[in-house]
Every structure is written in structure tokens, then in C-alpha cells.
């Protein structure tokens, strides 16, 4: 008996960048269309908390600790 592979065909790393993008693009694209300028600072405090997440990983996570 042949068994049939079932898991999904592994996508490289530039098409799932492009999808990263083409979703932040979609989301300036609504800002931008629907006139949600409130959104702006929403927007930078997430990625600002994102950034400071995947730093607290980094060895520069302990220099952040005193800012806060």
C-alpha cells in the first residue's frame, strides 16, 4: 500500500514574506480608502509592542528592561 502524503507543500520563505506584506498593504490600503486616520497610532503602538517583543528575545532584551 501506497501511502499518500497529507500535509500541506511547504511554501518558501519569499512567498510567505509576500503575504506578510500583501496583508499590511490591505490594511494601509482600508486606512487609506476608508479614512480610518484614528488608526495610525493604533497601528504604531502595535508594531512598536511587536518590536519590543521580538527584541526581549535578542541579547539586547536585558539593556530594555531599565527603559521600563
Known amino acids: 500500500m ?3 502524503s497529507r500535509s ?4 518558501n520563505v519569499g512567498t ?3 503575504d506578510r506584506m500583501s496583508v499590511s498593504s490591505d490594511l494601509v490600503y482600508l486606512v487609506w ?7 495610525v497610532p ?5 508594531i512598536i509592542l511587536a518590536a519590543l517583543v521580538v527584541l ?13
Do not use: C, N
Not at 480608502?33 to 488608526?39: C, E, P, T
Open 33 to 39: 480608502r476608508h479614512k480610518l486616520f484614528w488608526m
Open 56 to 68: 526581549e528575545a535578542t541579547p539586547i532584551g536585558p539593556l530594555l528592561y531599565p527603559v521600563f
Open 8 to 11: 500541506r507543500p511547504r511554501r
Open 2 to 4: 501506497d501511502r499518500v
Open 42 to 46: 493604533l497601528l504604531l503602538a502595535l
Open 16 to 18: 510567505q514574506v509576500a
